[in-house]
């Protein structure tokens, strides 16, 4: 076994915590700092330099902090398609069933028109309204993330959305356009209207209208400065969230594999410097044959640097609990974008989950399953938001509206009661607008 000067993750031991509480959870396990403030105070500018010029600023901005020259802000059709025909035939197989599954789970989320008859000729209507158009942003920084275009399309797509628009960074290596994976996944799913900006100015770009038509809605994860321009813009656009970096903890007991629980932990780190990685077990032989097996394949795998600094920082840590009640006090304290439970009877253990972004059960659900072909959404809750929030679905496109209608005989026998409460609110002209209708029909 390590010794705490040489571990390459944190130890936490609370076989003896009493204290469960969220707030001393989150203490215990910190994300990692996202100073988005700060961040906001290098877009703002760019943001109103955007909003002022247009496109022009947009082009200019992305010269400046990507060093790329956009040859049109566009991607011009002919650039798609060569992208789909040059795409490598393994890739497309892998993306057409990846596609299948996540539609078949999608398309299960539609939400059917509700009548509630509330008396005799008064009715509610609920009609779930798809946006009108949204945008929908793909990173493209240290990876390619076509399984992001699927993520974000699919349910837009099967919500209803009209007017679909994709914004990616340009490439240096491929003549200032998107990866041809970004482009060459759209046009499987359909979508033909790209453009080649990322960061704060294609946040701005969909919101302003800033060489494109402006959208009423951005979704799709991306950095701190894409979060930064979401919070700044939110209330002109709606959001799915503010991304923060992605994050998995791991629910395990004896029965667990120590060498699949070092992998499941690697793959989520290897995303980002400050990726969390937490494993809250109540084996410490567990425990010890996870930190060997980190040892192990860290040094082996490609991004090593960038694991080992993820896992190595405080957002990461493996934690002993005495049983599996306090374990999973704390996975439901600590709210996971990711979460495994590989433990004896994980399906049950798994009822006993709150909060998680999505809950991957038993041992072969892996969160890099749910990455790309699980069919489940893998735009999900960061930083603890999975205690309030949901991932991306096909009703984060939907709004759900009210259409009320009363006849004359229920507006009659509601009015008095309306005006009562109207009056004790001291709102009067609220009632008069009830009492106004009895005058126009020759009643005092």
């Known amino acids: 076994m390590s010794t705490p000067a040489d571990r390459l993750i944190r130890r936490i031991d609370l076989t003896g915590n009493q204290d469960f509480s969220r707030a001393n959870i989150r203490k215990l396990l910190p994300r990692a700092v996202m100073d988005i403030e700060a961040a906001l105070v290098v877009v703002q500018p760019l943001l109103e330099r955007i909003k002022n010029e247009?496109?022009?600023?947009?082009?200019?901005?992305?010269?400046?902090?990507?060093?790329?020259k956009i040859p049109e802000l566009r991607v011009p059709a002919k650039i798609i398609q060569k992208a789909l025909l040059e795409l490598d035939p393994k890739v497309k197989e892998a993306l057409v069933e990846a596609i299948k599954r996540i539609e078949k789970v999608h398309n299960d989320q539609k939400r059917a028109e509700k009548k509630t008859d509330v008396v005799p000729g008064g009715s509610v209507v609920e009609r779930w309204i798809p946006v009108d158009r949204v945008g929908l942003y793909v990173p493209g920084g240290k990876a390619v993330y076509p399984s992001s275009v699927m993520m974000n399309v699919i349910p837009a797509k099967i919500a209803g959305v009209k007017s679909i628009a994709v914004a990616s960074p340009p490439?240096?290596?491929f003549g200032g356009y998107p990866h041809p994976t970004i482009l060459a996944t759209c046009a499987l799913l359909g979508v033909d209207e790209i453009y080649s900006v990322g960061g704060a100015q294609a946040i701005g770009m969909f919101a302003y209208g800033a060489g494109c038509e402006a959208v009423d809605i951005v979704t799709g994860p991306g950095n701190i400065y894409v979060a930064a321009a979401k919070r700044a813009l939110r209330g002109l656009i709606g959001i799915d969230s503010e991304a923060g970096p992605t994050e998995i903890a791991i629910l395990a007991d004896e029965s667990a594999d120590a060498e699949n629980v070092a992998a499941d932990l690697i793959s989520q780190a290897e995303h980002d410097t400050i990726a969390a990685a937490v494993l809250v077990t109540?084996?410490?032989?567990l425990a010890d044959e996870v930190e060997l097996?980190?040892?192990?394949?860290?040094?082996?795998?490609?991004?090593?640097?960038?694991?080992s600094?993820?896992?190595n920082g405080i957002q990461s840590a493996i934690v002993i609990v005495a049983n599996l009640e306090d374990g999973l006090a704390v996975v439901n304290a600590y709210g996971?974008?990711?979460?495994?439970?590989?433990?004896?009877?994980?399906?049950?253990?798994?009822?006993s989950i709150r909060n998680a972004g999505a809950v991957f059960i038993g041992p072969y659900t892996p969160v890099s399953?749910?990455?790309?072909?699980?069919?489940?959404?893998?735009?999900?809750?960061?930083g603890g938001c999975a205690c309030h929030s949901s991932g991306l679905s096909v009703q984060t496109f939907l709004r759900g509206i009210h259409f009320v209608e009363y006849n004359e005989q229920a507006f009659k026998d509601i009015a008095e009661n309306v005006i009562t409460l109207a009056n004790s609110e001291d709102l009067p002209a609220h009632g008069e607008a009830m009492s106004a209708r009895f005058t126009l029909n020759g009643e005092s």
């Open 54 to 68: 247009g496109e022009k600023a947009v082009i200019a901005i992305t010269a400046e902090i990507d060093g790329v």
């Open 171 to 173: 490439q240096k290596d």
């Open 282 to 285: 109540t084996s410490t032989k």
């Open 293 to 307: 097996a980190l040892d192990s394949r860290v040094k082996k795998t490609k991004h090593s640097s960038r694991i």
């Open 309 to 311: 600094e993820a896992l």
């Open 336 to 351: 996971a974008e990711h979460l495994e439970i590989q433990t004896l009877d994980a399906v049950n253990v798994a009822k």
């Open 369 to 382: 399953l749910g990455d790309y072909s699980a069919g489940s959404n893998h735009v999900l809750p960061t």
